[in-house]
Every structure is written in C-alpha cells, then in structure tokens.
C-alpha cells in the first residue's frame, strides 16, 4: 500500500529527470510524493483513479488476470513511467494492475490540476502524447518479439526484465510451476518446452534453479541471447 510522505520536497526528483519544463515552480504545492514497498499491489483493474503518477524510484510489473483467473504479466516498467496517462486522457477505470517489484517513490498529481496545468503549459501535453505513443511502441514490439524470435529469446528477455535493478542476479517467486505454465502461455510456448530452455541455460552456467527460484549467474551472456530486447 502506497504512503503519502508528508513535507517531502518534490525538487530533487523534478531537477533529476529533467521535468522543470513540466512542473513551473509555482506549480509544486499540488505535487504529492508516496512511497510503496516491494509486493505491494499498487492499483487494480478496475479501479478509478483521480491522480497521474510519476515513477521516481523503483521498478513495477503490469499485469493483467485472464477470464480463467491466470495472472499474465504484460510488461515491466523503471522510472520515468506514468500510471494514469491513458485513464486521464480516455476518463476510463484502471486497464491493468500493477505490482511493485522492488521499493519505491512515485510523484503525483491530481487529474483536475492536471487539467488546469494542460491549459498554461503545452510541455505537459506534449510529455503526455510521447508516453502514450511510446506505450503503443511497446506494445508493437512485444508483438514482434513473439512472433519474430524463438522462446530463447523471449525467455532471457524475461528474466533480464524481472531481474533487479543495478544487480547482475535475481532471486524471485516467479518461477514456481504455476506461474512457469502462465509464463508459458504468455511467450507462446508449451510448458513442457519452457523448462527444456530453462534446463539448457542452467547447463550453459547463464542461470542457476533452486527450490523453485532462479539466479541469473552471467547476465552479459544472458544479455547476448536477448538480443537487445527487454518487456519494458
């Protein structure tokens, strides 16, 4: 659960990302900071929101649950993501949930000053339309990926997306039997041929299996079999 950090001064955040242009000085009483911790279930599907929220520290994973209750994991996101730019633009519930992977601190402003700010500051709206462009990007690509290249691939780009940030390992509950057939599903694979892959990367020393978690032992070799491409 997030926690509103009362008499926290939003400027160091604003001066890091480069978001003066976004945020005028006289702007910044309106400005929130909360801070979440790892496992937290931050938003749900469903859920009407009346803030825009900028990821400051941190990392996420959005997720989505299947009419079969499966939980399927779309993407993962670092600063500087927004959560709440499509349901202020369209005036829509939350599309996906969102799960902190690591500790972390977003920004937020509400939907109504953010409205008024759009109307003195063309840099917000312009900040906008590039986020959202760049989320149909990502989209586009993770389509691409699943049809362009083999379940290696997709699966090193997995484990490169779950693994901490700043840390060449990962230790993580992701990779329990339950979730290894969602995982399955969501690359487009069979259970059966996922643990085959697994199995060979253990073997060629890239990752380590231990009672039902996985340790990224040479993140640059795993790095090289990505290809460059990452669910972010």
């Given at each position: 659960m997030m926690k509103e950090m009362q008499g926290a001064n939003p400027d160091r955040y604003i001066t890091q990302f480069e978001l003066d242009d976004l945020f005028p000085a006289e702007f910044r009483?309106?400005?929130?900071?909360?801070?979440?911790?790892?496992?937290?279930?931050?938003?749900?599907?469903?859920?009407?929101?009346?803030?825009l929220y900028f990821l400051m520290e941190g990392k996420i994973k959005i997720f989505t649950h299947t009419p079969e209750g499966k939980l399927l994991i779309n993407r993962f996101k670092r600063p500087l993501a927004l959560i709440g730019d499509v349901e202020y633009s369209k005036g829509t519930a939350v599309?996906?949930?969102?799960?902190?992977?690591?500790?972390?601190?977003?920004?937020?402003?509400?939907?109504?000053?953010?409205?008024?700010?759009?109307?003195?500051?063309?840099?917000?709206?312009?900040?906008?339309?590039?986020?959202v462009a760049h989320k149909f990007y990502t989209e586009s690509h993770i389509t691409s990926m699943h049809m362009l290249y083999p379940v290696e691939v997709r699966l090193a780009s997995y484990l490169l997306s779950i693994s901490e940030a700043g840390e060449g390992t990962m230790f993580h509950q992701e990779m329990h039997t339950s979730n290894l057939m969602e995982l399955a599903e969501w690359i487009g694979t069979s259970y059966r041929h996922l643990n085959r892959v697994l199995k060979k990367m253990a073997t060629d020393d890239l990752i380590e299996r231990v009672n039902g978690s996985i340790t990224i032992k040479d993140l640059e070799k795993l790095s090289t079999l990505a290809k460059g491409n990452i669910y972010e």
């Open positions: 009483k309106h400005i929130k900071i909360y801070s979440f911790e790892k496992g937290d279930v931050l938003f749900s599907t469903g859920e009407e929101l009346d803030e599309l996906n949930s969102v799960e902190a992977v690591t500790d972390g601190v977003f920004l937020s402003v509400c939907f109504e000053d953010l409205a008024a700010l759009e109307k003195e500051n063309s840099a917000i709206m312009r900040f906008l339309f590039d986020t």
